[in-house]
RNA sequence: CGGGGUAUAGCUCAGCCUGGUAGAGCGCUGCCUUCGGGAGGCAGAGGUCGUGAGUUCGAAUCUCGCUACCCCGACCA
């Protein structure tokens, strides 16, 4: 390709609004245009990088066993009203109706028609297992997209479906996907790790995430060094504290705190560790009631522990500043256990304590030196907490390692839920119809695109893994223009590496060296030789790697050669 | 949806407080000089100042409504 040929579209500067990394080279790179909140346009350099990394997936998934197909992304509200998802997905599912006033929905994902799909066309366990596969865009309106193409309300996706009748060819299929997306990912060339994860809304059970190490990324991981364990950090249990509590050695006494909320500044006022306090959290219960959850100061709440729990309401939300004051006469921030006549769960760690320090209930007022057994009744605890870097996770009692992830890749076993939900059975080798077992396989095609460049940049701009470069290679001629005898040699070579399968790009535009370097390096191109009369008289070119240093002369002979070596230890 | 903010040239922003009819840098077009790491000069093109109303002799500037976008919370590939 020739970059007079093509939209090559970079600039000097990212919009305002871009806050971060991959966000704003996608843009300076001119990768992509934002066309209205969370929804783009792909450029064509932008877009060529999108196709390797569908490419990529594409071929592991056939080579996995699965079949490709494209459902519509415009899908009848009648199957979703089947599956019951039309009234619980919420406002994030974009609905619409035809010139008929029949209603519809953009699909935000496809269990619904692929299930509609499989109980229409297969009639019998011979035809089982069957994975479906399609790579195609997905529209989910996010209350708030951002991050650019990290989070956008329309994106690309694989997302496949597997059916079966009995859990051990799920088991099967299961494990077939992880190895699948474990060698995608390698492929492409990202740091990644494959964690336990809740299911959500998706329903079922058994599922992992794969994220891609970032320190952008939104969600946090843990997992121990020896590689056994790895949970998303929602997941992850923490170990209960071991041996007796410390016996009371202090009196409990009622201090005055004006003006003092936070546990940091309590803690500050009375000069001790914020693990000697209590951080008392009140949440809407399942039944248009108050509970409150209680932690250690120094920890933070697992929202999705605490969702778990019987009587707090699902999807998990703090009550409000009126709601508080107006059932327990006090502010957010003096809140504490004693004489709390709410539902009251205590987590783990918190209920090991003594001589703590909590809330009196009553705005300004902290009690001190409080204990359990002593001063108030012994609570229900739960594990409520998210796990600390360092602490020994549950499963094997190795220390636990925190990171922030991207979240690019999600496996679940779905079981019956929609199968069930749909009547979708086939006959099983007795005759009996029986109602298929589900799994199903995301890949979020476009994200990768963004998580490879938060992993993978410098301070000049993108540093692609050369697995899903936009080129391979980049030809840099000085001032071609004016020279006949380079314009030839440049267009000679160009035409040999065309013809070798590399993706080659020739910067054939009239502009100053320095123009054609750096855009060429916020671009991210891995490989780059430069031509120049001097090289020319000497039968040498200039090779750069584009995390190299400095740049070395190779033979103009060997050119071809040299960069297909360099392809192939890349 | 709740809370906060922004909207002026393709991009980054100034001008607004204190009304008097629009600017800079980068980018773009042409010419000249320059020519190995985002050059310099000259000449240009480009803006109904988000939108609707109001106040005023006069509104980018003051007031109100609307819309879009962004940031903080809840979702997810």
Known sequence: MLTSKILLATQREAPADAEIISHQLMLKAGLVRKLASGIYTWLPTGLRVLRKVEAIVREEMDKAGAQEILMSGVQPAELWQESGRWEEYGPELLRLSDRHGREFCLGPTHEEVIT???RREIRSYKQLPANFYQIQTKFRDEIRPRFGIMRAREFLMKDAYSFHLDEASLQQTYEDMFECYSTIFNRIGLVFRAVIADSGSIGGNTSHEFHVLADSGEDQIVFTEDGNYAANIELAAAVKPEGERAEPSEDMQKQATPGMHSIEEIAGHFKVDESKCLKTLIVDGANDDLVALIIRGDHEL???????????????SFASADKIRKHLSCDIGSLGPIELDIPTIVDFSA???SDFICGAN??????????WQRDLAEPDCADLRNVIAGEAAKENGAPLKLARGIEVGHIFQLGTKYSAAMKANCLDEKGTATTFMMGCYGIGISRIVAAAIEQNHDEKGIVWPQSISPYSLVLIPIHMHKSQRLREAVMALYEQFSAAGIDVLLDDRKERPGVMFADMELIGI???LVFSERGLDANTLEYKGRTDEESSDINLDEAVSFIQKQLASG
């Open 362 to 371: 009553e705005n300004g007022m902290h009690f001190t030196g409080v204990n």
């Open 116 to 118: 509609d799909l499989v």
């Open 351 to 353: 209920a090991h304590i």
């Open 526 to 528: 891995p490989h780059r």
């Open 302 to 316: 697992n929202k999705v522990k605490a969702e778990k729990l019987e009587n707090v309401a699902r999807p998990l």
